[in-house]
Nanobody
Framework: QVQLVESGGGLVQPGGSLRLSCAAS????????MRWYRRAPGKEREWVATITSGSNTAVADSLKGRFTISRDNAKNTVHLQMNSLKPEDTAVYYC?????????????WGQGTQVTVSS
């Protein structure tokens, strides 16, 4: 059974930084795209960033220059480095993976990690 487990969320002051991690575990044959999404209070889920199996990256235009996505293929882990955080970055951040097990290709979501930016 595949699991995605996020970590690294918490409370940070405006202007601060956080690094989120998401580790995939289970009977994984191959991980394709990995992504981060977020959902702020009262808003719809928003795409944040994507990294392909070849480490090509894309970040939402509104977050470019502050957020960086990376991955460690050996550890089946994706990271989201968030700098210069603003109160509007407050949200639950979710990890997503398009991966292949021995049986099938499926999409998986983590349980989410809360990020709160407040003084």
């Amino acid at each position: 059974q595949v699991q995605l487990v996020e970590s690294g969320g918490g409370l940070v002051q405006p202007g601060g930084s956080l690094r989120l991690s998401c580790a995939a575990s289970g009977n994984i044959f191959r991980i394709n795209d990995m992504r981060w999404y977020r959902r702020a209070p009262g808003k719809e889920r928003e795409w944040v960033a994507t990294i392909t199996s070849g480490s090509n990256t894309a970040v939402a235009d509104s977050l470019k220059g502050r957020f960086t996505i990376s991955r460690d293929n050996a550890k089946n882990t994706v990271h989201l480095q968030m700098n210069s955080l603003k109160p509007e970055d407050t949200a639950v951040y979710y990890c997503y993976a398009d991966l292949q097990t021995e049986l099938r290709r499926s999409l998986y979501w983590g349980q989410g990690t809360q990020v709160t930016v407040s003084s």
